[in-house]
């Protein structure tokens, strides 16, 4: 069974930095496309970074230059490194993983396999 666990939320002060992951089990990792999205309280879910399973990775325009997608094989996991947060960067944080490519990525109904979120809080 395809388990998604995220960790790493928090909360943080304007500027500053959080890394956040996502533990995946239950299915070959590399074969899969993984992606990170984000919601806030009456907001849609936004697509965040995808990372395709030969290892190619895009950005939303929301966190270029501040956001950076990666992955550890051997861990099976995969992590956003999120740098001089801004106070609307606050919302739950969750991962997804995709058997097939997602066309376009950004899309969350294209995703199979979801996490419960982490929280990420940023006070100005």
């Known amino acids: 069974q395809v388990q998604l666990v995220e960790s790493g939320g928090g909360s943080v002060h304007a500027g500053g930095s959080l890394r956040v992951s996502c533990a995946a089990s239950?299915?070959?990792?590399?074969?899969?496309?993984m992606a990170w999205f984000r919601q806030a309280p009456g907001k849609e879910r936004e697509g965040l970074a995808d990372l395709a399973s030969e290892g190619r990775s895009s950005n939303a325009d929301s966190g270029k230059g501040r956001f950076t997608v990666s992955q550890d094989l051997a861990k099976y996991t995969m992590y956003l490194q999120m740098n001089n947060l801004k106070p609307e960067d606050s919302a739950m944080y969750y991962c997804?993983?995709?058997?097939?490519?997602?066309?376009?990525?950004?899309?969350?109904?294209?995703?199979?396999?979801w996490g419960q979120g982490t929280q990420v809080t940023v006070s100005s």
């Open positions: 997804a993983a995709a058997l097939n490519y997602p066309l376009p990525w950004i899309r969350s109904a294209n995703y199979d396999f």
């Open positions: 239950g299915y070959s990792f590399s074969t899969y496309c």
